[in-house]
Nanobody
């Protein structure tokens, strides 16, 4: 069964940190461009961070640049999002996603989505 499974969400006070993990099963994350997206209540889903499959280069939304870090652990087939200095505006459901096309991922149309994990900042 091919899946992306997120974990690590929760509730935290403003200024705190959380680490989200996305583990692939039947899906080798290093073969794909991988990213994190989020959706706040009543808002459209937005891209948060992307990591390239080849050179490991990264790209961030302006709203999280300097506070969030995306990385990949190939040994554990996992993509990680380290979130520091969290703000209430970071509240939402965070989704892991992957695609063979970087363009498709950046356009928010990846071929594979995880089920999401809730992050609440108060």
């Amino acid at each position: 069964d091919v899946q992306l499974v997120e974990s690590g969400g929760g509730s935290v006070q403003a200024g705190g940190s959380l680490t989200l993990s996305c583990k692939g099963t039947g899906y080798t994350v290093s073969y794909y461009y991988m990213g994190w997206f989020r959706q706040a209540p009543g808002m459209q889903r937005e891209m948060v961070a992307v990591i390239n499959r080849d050179d490991g280069g990264t790209h961030y939304a302006d709203s999280v640049n300097g506070r969030f870090t995306i990385s990949r652990n190939d040994g554990e087939n996992t993509v990680i999002l380290q979130m520091n200095n969290l703000k209430p505006s970071d509240t939402g459901i965070y989704y892991c996603a992957g695609d063979a096309s970087r363009w498709s991922l950046l356009q928010g149309r990846p071929g594979r989505w995880g089920q999401g994990t809730q992050v609440t900042v108060s």
